[in-house]
């Protein structure tokens, strides 16, 4: 018997608390695994009135026994994992016992990051709004067929290899006029490869497979939002990896069959940080109370984000995209206190009604909205379905026949324990 690969996904920009999801339900899980992205990303995690955020180690990390693997598909800065698993050893707990790296993740080079840098600095006002970790340049390399991976660490002439891309970069850096220390982080970084040398390095694909066949289920840890993704994202503004479902199978060598259940996770309502279309944000008070209630600051830029009503269009489109079995709802609770609330039903294109996402969404896109009357209740303390606003509910009953999955988790609060699982 073969054990399948559930998945836990971002179905908006990103940031819908895909973290707190995954150290929930990783408890069920012997294996976590990230599959793309890198430390873009920043997944918070909320336990024994602890706070944790974690960029490149899966979000299992703290669950005793659980194996951590980073995987093909990412890429991996080796100086900001090794601060990470400094940040993690202080919990008490040993990264090299708990987490496993693909030979084949890409290595973003120190290189990378000035690049990453000197691209904004070059788009001016078109910049993508990139957290700068590197994460472009990065997977431009490998699609180029320039990257280093890895697996190169180990290789007898790793220096002459990193000194060519390095020198690639140099070449290219010149050309945008960047004016910055190529050297600087160099010593750190070659000794970050060393520290990775102490973690065991694995093929992924057999490795996963292993893990399957011997009946231990693993769960994906999605970084970034499926309206992030490179493909079906909104376009240039996006991230540079495919955040949807199917980055799992080429991001850890895995069949689609062999997928289970997918989580798709979705704010109560939107953020977006960085540039690029929101259909639905708000320039308002409104927008404004979102942002302070529900803390809408990047965990990895400190950012403010952007915030608005809930977009049923994206979500129905990335649910669709990523074949989504289960949805889960977050941060219902910061809504508490809204007389109404809107969700977008439908986008009005050119004067024209429609409830798919258009080739262009950066064009003016008007939404629609459906109004509810607010629950005006303090969901936090919540822990039962019983105990849920009739308001609520049938918020959510709206959402579910919206979208055609049921909501099976509703979060209420930042901790482990605020759940509700239905
Ligand atoms: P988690 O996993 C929210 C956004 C950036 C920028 C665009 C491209 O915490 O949800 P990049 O650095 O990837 O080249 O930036 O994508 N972005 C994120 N937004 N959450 C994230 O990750 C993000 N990772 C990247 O703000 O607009
Ligand atoms: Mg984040």
């Known amino acids: ?4 690969l559930d998945v836990v996904l971002g179905l908006q920009w990103g940031d ?9 339900l990783a408890g069920r899980y012997p294996a976590v695994a990230r599959f793309q992205g890198g430390p873009n990303a920043g997944h918070s995690l909320h336990f024994d009135g602890k706070s944790f955020v974690v960029r490149s180690i899966p979000s299992g990390i703290f669950r005793e026994g659980s194996i951590n693997i980073i995987g093909s598909g990412v890429v991996l800065d080796p100086v900001t994992f090794q601060e990470e698993c400094g940040n993690v050893s202080a919990m008490g707990v040993n990264p090299k016992e708990k987490v496993v790296i693909s030979k084949k993740a890409h290595l973003i080079l120190p290189t990378h990051r000035l690049l990453d840098a000197a691209y904004e600095a070059a788009a ?54 960047f004016e910055c220390d190529p050297d ?50 909104s376009y240039p503004f996006v991230t540079s990896s495919s955040t949807t479902v199917g980055g799992v199978c080429t ?14 996770i979705f704010k109560a309502y939107c953020t977006r940080v960085g540039s690029g279309p929101f259909p639905t944000e708000l320039f ?59 969700v977008c039903t439908s986008y009005k294109v050119n004067g024209v009604e429609t409830k798919e996402v258009p080739f262009d969404i950066a064009i003016k896109v008007e ?20 105990e849920l606003p009739e308001e609520f509910k049938s918020y959510i009953k709206f959402i579910e026949d919206y979208i055609g999955v049921p ?4 979060s209420l609060g930042p901790d482990r324990e605020a759940t509700i699982e239905r």
């Not at 018997?1 to 399948?4: I, L, N, V």
């Not at 819908?16 to 929930?24: A, S, T």
């Not at 509810?372 to 303090?378: I, L, N, R, S, T």
């Open 1 to 4: 018997m073969s054990s399948k």
């Open 16 to 24: 819908e608390g895909k973290g707190k999801i995954v150290d929930v």
């Open 124 to 177: 001016g006002k078109g910049k993508i709004g990139s957290t700068l970790k590197g994460i472009g340049p990065t997977y431009t390399d490998k699609v180029g067929r320039h990257g280093l991976r890895v697996g190169d660490i180990l290789a007898p002439d790793f220096k002459e290899r990193f000194a060519k891309l390095k020198g690639r970069h140099l070449r290219l850096l010149a050309d945008l006029g």
């Open 184 to 233: 600087r982080d160099e010593a750190a970084w070659m000794e970050a490869t060393e520290f990775l040398k102490e973690f065991e390095l694995v093929d992924c694909e057999y490795f996963v497979d292993g893990l399957l066949k011997g009946d231990k289920p693993i769960l994906a840890e999605g970084a970034q939002g499926s309206m992030l993704d490179v493909d079906f994202g």
């Open 251 to 264: 991001g850890l060598g895995l069949a689609p069959s062999r997928v289970g259940k997918v989580f798709g």
């Open 284 to 342: 308002d008070e409104t927008g404004e109370t979102l942002r302070r209630v529900g803390h809408e600051f990047g965990a990895v830029t400190g950012r403010p984000r952007r915030c608005g009503w809930l977009d049923l269009v994206a979500l129905k489109y990335t649910s669709m995209i990523d074949g989504v079995t289960d949805l889960i709802m977050m941060k219902s609770d910061c809504l508490d206190d809204f007389d109404t609330i809107k």
């Open 367 to 386: 939404p629609v909205y459906t109004e509810f009357p607010g629950w005006k209740k303090d969901l936090t303390g919540m822990r039962s379905e019983a």
């Open 407 to 410: 909501v099976s988790i509703i």
